[in-house]
């Protein structure tokens, strides 16, 4: 395995993982990098480019063995452990994360949500209590939290992280709108519905552009005329 695995490469392994898990759901025990990519709709070059960074997995003229693959590309996304998890902003969006019962599957637990609003403080959320934001440095200090998810208003996420990393928080989920200065040892995984939105518009909107172009022009793109 490479010592340094690049972002795009991690960035394709969860969805290695659900093809692979619904392969296992069709009972398919062995399928061809071709086979492969053909579902995914990526070349098979670039699948056995990705594993290859891992030290394969494949086997000349067997292709890929669906439940180990599953299971390494598993243990390598860190799914076969248990991971805890805390949520800071228990509003709309943090209490939606800890209802979603999905990342169950996937090894991870909400154990508690922390906010500064007393009217959802004390309310449990499937199984995990809301508690008031004071109560964070003690309840870090006697359970072991894996990950903290801030769903909270962006002017208040940087302080907030500070305080996480004072407590030892090595991995931040963050999903407020602003850049969050942390220790180097901390992992930040920064999530942006709103981009990932404007970037569909983006190619919506390019889409249209060229529709309204071959419609003026009669130009397909292949050179030849529509009419
Ligand atoms: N990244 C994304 O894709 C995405 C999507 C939606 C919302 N957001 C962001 O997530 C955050 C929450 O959005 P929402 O719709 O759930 O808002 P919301 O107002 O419903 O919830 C925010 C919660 O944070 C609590 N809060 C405020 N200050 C706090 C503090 N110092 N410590 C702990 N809790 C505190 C509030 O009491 C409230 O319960 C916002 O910053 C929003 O911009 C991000």
């Avoid at 309840?139 to 002017?155: C, G, S, W």
Wanted: aromatic share 8%; proline share 2%.
């Amino acid at each position: 395995m490479k010592d340094k695995v690049s972002t795009a490469v991690i960035q394709r392994l969860p969805r290695y993982y659900r093809y692979l898990s619904d392969l296992l759901e069709e009972n398919v025990e062995r399928i061809s990098s071709s086979d492969l990519a053909a579902r995914m709709h990526v070349t098979a070059s670039q699948i056995r480019q990705d594993l290859n960074t891992f030290g394969g997995f494949g086997q000349q003229g067997y292709g890929y063995h669906v439940p180990h693959l599953h299971a390494e590309i598993g243990k390598l996304l860190g799914i076969d452990q248990q991971k805890y998890l805390i949520i800071i902003g228990a509003g709309n969006l943090g209490q939606a994360l800890a209802n979603y019962q999905n990342f169950t599957k996937r090894g991870f637990q909400v154990k508690a949500l922390f906010d500064i609003d007393p009217e959802v403080i004390g309310r449990t959320i499937q199984g995990a209590q809301v508690f008031p934001l004071e109560y964070l440095e003690a309840y870090l200090e006697k359970n072991a939290i894996d990950i903290a998810t801030l769903t909270l208003p962006r002017d208040r996420a940087i302080e907030v992280a500070k305080r996480l990393c004072r407590c030892g928080i090595k991995a931040i989920w963050n999903f407020a709108h602003t850049d969050l200065q942390v220790d180097e040892d901390v992992l930040v995984e920064n999530v942006h519905l709103s981009e990932s939105l404007m970037q569909l518009s983006y190619r919506m909107i390019a889409a249209r552009r060229k529709q309204k172009k071959t419609e003026e022009t009669g130009d397909t793109g292949t050179g030849e005329r529509s009419d």
